[in-house]
């Protein structure tokens, strides 16, 4: 035990290199595939036929794909095709992009569950579909779409270890530099653990928090 | 102002609406009677646009009801429409339902919108609960808040779609007493109810149909105390009379 926070010690500072390193993917991630993913379920939902089914089967492809080979495509294929990515950029491209089909079926139920009573009556008073959308359906389906937006960032923190895969020096990555060149397996490991329960229990929290308010009306 | 002619519309199969002609005055108040799934409501949610129809022709002071036309905006700002189940927007307080269309829809300045706003919730008794969200009133101040989000598009006419159906018996009252003072006021309505003394009352017009057609119409008092045809006989002995 000891040893251990001799370790902790030694290594915490360059493993908080990797943290920050992860915080970025993450946030970038989040941010990129909540933008996707509400395009993709806005042309879901939109009733013109065409975008629909462009976004059906956009995230059925997303869907098929692991992020580990969607990352790599984005890191080692993209530069064949004459565009050269920086690891961060392919990592948070990629990850934002798996993500954003889970986001998009996320959006697109909470927008469902909205009864089409209220649509009804925003059309009655002479809403089009853009005004329904943003002073109607948006703002009730939040709180439908808060409980399991709060469980993907939780899963979106884990899985940016991924981007180690493609040279991203996060948290994983960073770890895993340390344990190779001191062996100090038990000790560096335990530590990455204990620091991605650290950074995941706010978001606990934050989904606990949502999940009774939505919980309320 | 409103005219339907020859008006069919169809839900897959069925064919609930055979072949609607009617028209609605000025200033008239027009009740629609019949038995549930005759095609009542269907008439209203086309009037608007809610619902496309098939064959014949709706129009609205002249301009014809197209929902996917962007004209259908104008018509639909024009005519107003309250729900069975109100539809109020539950996460907004009486006042901002009532201002929605006024402030989004024909962008009027907040200042005004938000007077004739309140001016409206006092009209129709609910001054007091402007800050109260809709899930904090009963259903009669609901449908009654409802109704002043209707007035305050400042509609040429108002759909009413079983305005009381979805209340508890005593609530009824209230909102019927709303409705009676409109038409006192002179509103154009067009009314689908169950209310059969509201319609001797208040209307100057009564429609039965029965089955997608218009069985019989007429002046209220007269078709309601002597309805002509057998069905509209038969139809107002069972609602009058249920026992």
Request: hydrophobic share 50%; charged share 20%; glycine share 8%.
């Amino acid at each position: 035990m000891k040893g251990f926070w001799h370790d902790a010690v030694e290594f915490f500072p360059i493993l908080m290199n990797g943290v920050a390193l992860t915080i970025v993917v993450t946030i970038g991630s989040l941010l990129l595939s909540t933008v996707l993913g509400l395009v993709w379920a806005m042309m879901r939902v939109s009733g013109i036929k065409a975008l629909s089914m462009l976004s059906a089967s956009l995230i059925n492809v997303i869907r098929g794909i692991p992020i580990i080979v969607l990352l790599f495509y984005l890191y080692f294929v993209m530069p064949d095709l004459g565009v050269t990515l920086s690891a961060l950029q392919a990592a948070i491209l990629g990850l934002g992009i798996a993500y954003s089909a889970y986001q998009a079926e996320n959006f697109r139920a909470g927008i469902e569950a909205i009864d089409k009573g209220q649509i009804e009556a925003a059309q009655s008073i002479g809403m089009g579909w853009w005004l329904t959308m943003r002073r109607v359906v948006l703002p009730q389906a939040v709180r439908i779409v808060l409980p399991p937006y709060g469980n993907v960032m939780i899963m979106m923190l884990k899985d940016s270890s991924q981007a180690s895969t493609i040279t991203v020096a996060e948290l994983a990555l960073q770890g895993k530099l340390i344990a190779s060149s001191t062996f100090k397996n038990t000790s560096v490991f335990t530590l990455v653990a204990l620091m991605y329960l650290t950074m995941s229990i706010p978001l606990i929290l934050l989904v606990r928090h949502f999940e009774k308010r939505a919980g309320k009306r | 102002m409103i005219e339907l002619s020859d008006v069919h519309k169809s839900f897959g199969k069925v064919e609930v609406l055979k072949g609607i002609t009617a028209s609605v005055q000025k200033g008239e108040v027009v009740c629609i009677i019949g038995p549930s799934g005759s095609g009542k409501s269907t008439i209203l949610r086309c009037i608007n646009g809610l619902e496309s129809y098939d064959r014949g022709e709706i129009s609205v002071e002249g301009l014809k009801v197209d929902r996917d036309a962007p004209s259908i905006v104008d018509i639909r700002t024009q005519v107003s429409m309250v729900f069975q189940r109100f539809n109020l927007f539950p996460h907004r307080t009486a006042l901002e339902n009532v201002v929605e269309g006024p402030l989004y829809v024909k962008k009027e300045s907040r200042a005004q919108a938000l007077e004739r706003g309140r001016t409206l919730l006092a009209q129709v008794g609910l001054a007091e609960k402007a800050d109260a969200h809709p899930p904090q009133l009963s259903g009669g101040q609901q449908q009654r808040v409802a109704i002043a989000r209707a007035l305050a598009m400042q509609p040429k006419a108002i759909l009413f779609d079983e305005p009381t159906s979805a209340l508890d018996p005593e609530l009824v009252g209230d909102v019927l007493g709303v409705m009676r003072k409109l038409a006192d006021d002179g509103m154009t309505m067009v009314v689908v109810t169950h209310e059969m003394g509201f319609a001797r009352d208040v209307a100057d017009r009564v429609l039965f149909i029965d089955g997608g057609v218009i069985v019989e119409q007429g002046p209220a008092k007269a078709l309601l105390n002597q309805p002509q045809h057998p069905r509209t006989q038969d139809f107002l002995r069972r609602v009058l009379h249920p026992l």
